[in-house]
């Protein structure tokens, strides 16, 4: 079986490579550079010293290596949705894009249309039920990255492979601590990959500027201070308002009007909802319910986090509603929301949260 081996220098990849040839493959070693240059400048994720651990663990399991650049599909297709759907006052999601587009997506059309399987270091694994592979979830909960891999295609999980996704991020760092692997003690990686060193709020002032408005109290019609652009917040933000006698959060955005409406207290009810829309919606595997009528008891996901919160699924027209048994915290549109089935196991899709 040929396999390509999708490697970042970090320990999780670096451990994948280590599982694969204990099971007796051989992977070529794909590093995949995508910061991007556009009229404005140069902006690189930080990538020399990727590529030194990512080199190393070629050689010491005798790999060959390639590194491919996609740098200006990453901009196409990530950036360029990231800067466009904060511009109409949503919240991102780069990850699911990323893995979507980028790394199953234009990776796999150059250049893993020549192998059997792609492997990843991601927390995730597949399970194959009546013949069919569904994405399913990891081991680790606290470390599970399904909800980053939602938007993948059946084509594109059919052919994935996810070595680490039984094992625990400790049991991971272990082994590395124990194969003597460069990245054993490294940190995780955090934030948005292509900003590099670059503040998001400079990023994101540099493509859209600065627009004076109002920040009111959502309870009292009452202007308590001004910010630079409603697509410098996002809903449920509480730091970087600049606001005194607080905490404050952001609660929704009048995008027309630039102004960001706002409660005060360390946990106002209005930041809260239990109701979440859909754009229509992303199936992996197979759409399991059809034209269904009624509820689905289901589990989901709005953010990466370890917690699946129940809920009900209908179908009203081309949306499909969650109704959360909890309240939710910070539903914004642009998010996606996550659908599991009700234990939890298997990751049937996802879709866009709209208002």
Request: proline share 3%.
């Given at each position: 079986?040929?396999?390509?081996?999708?490697?970042?220098?970090?320990?999780?990849?670096?451990?994948?490579?280590?599982?694969?040839?204990?099971?007796?493959?051989?992977?070529?070693?794909?590093?995949?550079?995508?910061?991007?240059?556009?009229?404005?400048?140069?902006?690189?994720?930080?990538?020399?010293?990727?590529?030194?651990?990512?080199?190393?663990?070629?050689?010491?399991?005798?790999?060959?290596?390639?590194?491919?650049?996609?740098?200006?599909?990453?901009?196409?297709?990530?950036?360029?949705?990231?800067?466009?759907?904060?511009?109409?006052?949503?919240?991102?999601?780069?990850?699911?894009?990323?893995?979507?587009?980028?790394?199953?997506?234009?990776?796999?059309?150059?250049?893993?249309?020549?192998?059997?399987?792609?492997?990843?270091?991601?927390?995730?694994?597949?399970?194959?039920?009546?013949?069919?592979?569904?994405?399913?979830?990891?081991?680790?909960?606290?470390?599970?990255?399904?909800?980053f891999l939602a938007q993948i295609n059946n084509l594109q999980v059919q052919k994935l492979l996810f070595p680490i996704g039984h094992l625990l991020k400790s049991e991971v760092r272990n082994i590395?601590?124990?194969?003597?692997?460069?990245?054993?003690?490294?940190?995780?990686?955090?934030?948005?990959?292509?900003?590099?060193?670059?503040?998001?709020?400079?990023?994101?002032?540099?493509?859209?500027?600065?627009?004076?408005?109002?920040?009111?109290?959502?309870?009292?019609?009452?202007?308590?201070?001004?910010?630079?652009?409603?697509?410098?917040?996002?809903?449920?933000?509480?730091?970087?308002?600049?606001?005194?006698?607080?905490?404050?959060?952001?609660?929704?955005?009048?995008?027309?009007?630039?102004?960001?409406?706002?409660?005060?207290?360390?946990?106002?009810?209005?930041?809260?909802?239990?109701?979440?829309?859909?754009?229509?919606?992303?199936?992996?595997?197979?759409?399991?319910?059809?034209?269904?009528?009624?509820?689905?008891?289901?589990?989901?996901?709005?953010?990466?986090?370890?917690?699946?919160?129940?809920?009900?699924?209908?179908?009203?027209?081309?949306?499909?509603?969650?109704?959360?048994?909890?309240?939710?915290?910070?539903?914004?549109?642009?998010?996606?929301?996550?659908?599991?089935?009700?234990?939890?196991?298997?990751?049937?899709?996802?879709?866009?949260?709209?208002?």
């Open positions: 079986m040929e396999i390509a081996a999708l490697v970042s220098g970090g320990v999780d990849s670096s451990v994948m490579v280590h599982l694969l040839k204990e099971a007796g493959h051989t992977p070529v070693i794909f590093y995949i550079k995508i910061g991007m240059e556009d009229k404005n400048g140069y902006i690189d994720c930080p990538s020399e010293e990727d590529i030194e651990i990512t080199s190393y663990i070629a050689r010491k399991y005798g790999c060959r290596f390639e590194i491919v650049s996609l740098h200006e599909e990453y901009w196409d297709m990530v950036v360029s949705y990231t800067i466009n759907s904060v511009k109409r006052g949503f919240t991102p999601n780069p990850d699911i894009m990323c893995n979507r587009y980028i790394k199953f997506g234009c990776f796999e059309e150059r250049w893993g249309k020549d192998f059997d399987r792609i492997a990843t270091g991601h927390y995730a694994r597949t399970t194959e039920i009546g013949g069919k592979v569904w994405l399913s979830t990891a081991r680790d909960a606290l470390k599970d990255q399904t909800d590395a601590s124990t194969e003597k692997l460069p990245s054993a003690q490294r940190k995780d990686s955090q934030g948005i990959c292509f900003l590099g060193k670059i503040n998001y709020n400079d990023f994101i002032e540099r493509h859209l500027g600065r627009r004076d408005g109002a920040i009111i109290e959502l309870e009292t019609g009452r202007e308590i201070g001004r910010h630079k652009g409603y697509w410098f917040h996002t809903i449920g933000q509480r730091k970087g308002l600049g606001l005194s006698g607080g905490p404050w959060f952001v609660i929704k955005k009048d995008i027309e009007n630039n102004i960001i409406y706002v409660s005060n207290g360390y946990d106002p009810q209005t930041q809260y909802g239990r109701i979440i829309n859909l754009e229509g919606f992303h199936f992996i595997t197979e759409d399991i319910w059809g034209e269904f009528e009624g509820v689905q008891e289901i589990t989901f996901k709005i953010r990466h986090t370890p917690e699946f919160t129940p809920g009900l699924l209908k179908r009203i027209g081309d949306v499909y509603r969650i109704e959360s048994t909890a309240k939710i915290q910070g539903i914004a549109p642009g998010q996606y929301g996550i659908i599991y089935d009700k234990e939890h196991r298997l990751c049937l899709g996802s879709s866009m949260i709209i208002e």
